[in-house]
């Protein structure tokens, strides 16, 4: 599994949101993280499209979550930045060759489509229990209490010095 940049850089934005007191621009947020402006705005749009976002428009506009952090999954970025298909695709290749499987005797799927969709429903499980709280908590622990009120003061126009 393969997921794009654009995922880390959303999840990211997810969690510093939580701090804000105010709509955040993408290009803040892009300076913030010290990424490309035009791409991150890509994934700030995905994330609006989705519903996890809000834009505010206007002279303070920028972006909120629309609804509390512990009720948006890891999955719910993932699936709105990257989409919701399958990982894997089964082509049925058993059934092609001078020796193939005919289809009449394909009457479930095969053992490599079942494990793959056996791996992939735990993976998209594991990341359905995983909330944007869950990755503050985390990063408080890991890094202080301190780090996410500094970074909402900072992304915060009105904090003053720093900003």
């Known amino acids: 599994m393969k997921l794009s940049g654009g995922v880390e850089w959303a999840l990211h934005c997810c969690v510093v949101l939580t701090t804000a007191t105010e709509p955040v621009p993408a290009a803040r947020l892009a300076e913030l993280h010290d990424v490309s402006p035009s791409y991150l705005a890509k994934q700030m749009q995905a994330l609006s499209r989705a519903g996890l976002v809000e834009s505010v428009q206007g002279k303070t506009g920028g972006y909120v979550l629309t609804r509390a952090a512990s009720e948006i999954t890891v999955l719910d970025v993932v699936q709105a930045v990257d989409g919701a298909a399958p990982a894997f695709v089964c082509t049925e290749i058993r059934r092609r060759g001078p020796l193939g499987t005919p289809p009449e005797d394909c009457t479930k799927p095969c053992p490599i489509a079942r494990v793959m969709g056996a791996a992939e429903a735990s993976w998209r499980a ?37 900003s």
């Open 126 to 162: 594991s990341l359905r229990g995983v909330s944007i709280a869950d990755l503050v908590d985390s990063a408080e622990r890991d890094n202080g209490p301190e780090a996410l009120p500094r970074i909402g003061a900072w992304l915060n126009p009105a904090a003053g010095p720093g």
